[in-house]
């Protein structure tokens, strides 16, 4: 069901900055841990970056994620895959799980992190305080909540084992290496599949409970 225009414009503007955050940042970590391997691709692109607007990519971290939004649905997006030159790591079959496991582990850092400022903005005495400061507390927290939902939902998606995800990484560097060839030539329809699955609600009905899962984890370890 598609929202009225004031509670969409409301929704962008809690939205907006967790989500580019959280999907640009994914991408650095990627080349972030890529370089410290040995593959300096991404750092000479100027890709490990915490410049959002050097990861953005129109369609997968602007115009899906809005139109998702819009509609009161299921939210995800992307960024520009950072390249990573799996011959130049040391040992590419071992790091390439690591840079694999980098995206994924700095969305639960910043999951963490908008834990973190919910916490405090809790704590925040509001009584006696001015409208615009509880306004202004409100909106830090609604920014917050949707900052550790939107981080653990890129986290476990991520993890799934479909290629090109980061799960499919991992799981190639655990196959031998015929299988893992065989199974990386899936990547090109690796989006049409995650496409399908939400188009039927299957990606839904996989994510829902882990993501639940993680955030209540969350919850009971902050004490919210």
């Known amino acids: 069901m598609m929202l009225d225009p004031t509670t969409i414009i409301r929704q962008i503007s809690i939205a907006l ?8 940042l994914h991408e650095a970590a990627h080349g972030y841990v890529a370089s410290k391997f040995g593959d300096t691709t991404a750092l000479m692109l100027g890709r490990v970056s915490l410049n959002p607007t050097r990861h953005i990519d129109l369609f997968g971290t602007v115009i899906l994620p809005i139109v998702m ?6 939210i995800f997006g992307w960024a520009k895959p950072v390249p990573v030159n799996w011959n130049n790591l040391r040992k590419p079959r071992r790091d390439m799980a690591l840079v694999a496991i980098a995206g994924p582990a700095a969305n639960l850092a910043m999951a963490l992190l908008w834990a973190i400022v ?5 704590m925040s005495p509001a009584s006696g305080a001015p409208g615009w400061a509880i306004s202004t507390l409100s909106f830090l927290q609604l920014t917050s909540f949707f900052g550790i939902k939107i981080n653990i939902i890129l986290m476990i998606l991520n993890l799934l084992p479909i290629p090109p995800l980061d799960g499919s990484r ?3 560097c655990i196959l031998p290496p015929a299988a893992a060839i065989a199974y990386e030539k899936i990547e090109p329809f690796g989006i ?3 496409l399908g699955l939400i188009f039927i ?3 839904q009905r996989i994510l ?12 009971q370890l902050f004490n919210f």
């Open 17 to 24: 900055i967790p989500l580019i955050f959280a999907i640009t």
């Open 69 to 74: 939004l819009i509609f009161g649905g299921f």
């Open 118 to 122: 919910a916490k405090l903005s809790l």
């Open 170 to 172: 991992i799981i190639s």
């Open 192 to 194: 049409w599949i995650l």
């Open 201 to 203: 609600g299957a990606l």
């Open 208 to 219: 829902g409970p882990l993501v639940l899962g993680a955030i209540q984890l969350i919850i």
